[in-house]
């Protein structure tokens, strides 16, 4: 498996999760403006509104919907609504119309049924409706031909090929040490056979992850070094982070890039620090390194 290509893959699912509202549409726009170049016109939503255009391109025109508590309802009068607003401000110029949506738990059916319930009213428009979840945006916009650098600047840096550097392990380390030391705790366990499969973990991250446990050694060599105790603050630290990303995420692979992305932002500054490519190492390291410890992410029943 290409490591950057499934790293970029699984960010991208994740931030689909993690993006609502405004954050979606940018999203969305930002992946058609690194597919279509000038071709993609965005419309500015400010003074009269965007009459129903999110983005538009060669006559395909997008609805952007970031859910973050939808109900079946609103996701049924949404699709129609911004459908009938675009078709009547923007009908000559529209050839195909796209709802495109984050995927929010229990959307896609919702929104299967809306643009089913749409297509099946206006049988004989020339107009194609279209339904987008995230694999279809990703399709669209990146595929298989991936633009690293460019990508890059939407999703993050992928992890370099090779482990991080001390200096970026330690930096990682000290964002988490925010806490007074905690001494003489009991030696941790490793992590239990199963694991990643109990966390359901998709096939993407489960090989990050492993790739990631080979190097988890440089962490523990840092946590050799470090104070007595900095390694039982630093995990309290981590777990309060995991619990609050978990009550927010239901997937396992948003909560693992998450704990990533809020490493590498508080530890270098949104990437004014060196390699960014390290970053992503050091921070997948020490989330690796706390997986594989027991103390993120839940153990299978029985252990």
Known sequence: MDQDHAWFHSQFLALCIRKTGFEWQDFVTDLMHLKHGPDFVQIDPAGRGDKGCDGWVNGL???CYGASSPSEKYVNDKIRSDFENAERHWGDHMERWAFVYNNAAGLPTMAAAGIMNLRQSRQGSSIKIE???????WDSCVG???DRSKLALILGAPPSDHPAGMSYIARCVETLAR?????????VSEVPFGKIEHNNFGPEVSELLKAFKVHTGHVRFYFAQASPGEQAQVSENLRARYDGHRARLE?????FHALCDDLIEEAFGGGQFGDVNQQR???MMVVTHF???CEIFEAPVGI
Request: charged content about 25%.
């Open 61 to 63: 025109m997008l609805a």
């Open 131 to 137: 339904n987008w979840p995230p694999q279809v945006l």
């Open 144 to 146: 298989s031909e991936i």
């Open 179 to 187: 806490t007074r030391l905690v001494s003489d705790q009991d030696e």
């Open 251 to 255: 997937e396992s692979d948003a909560v």
């Open 281 to 283: 190492s050091a921070s």
């Open 291 to 293: 997986f594989e410890t």
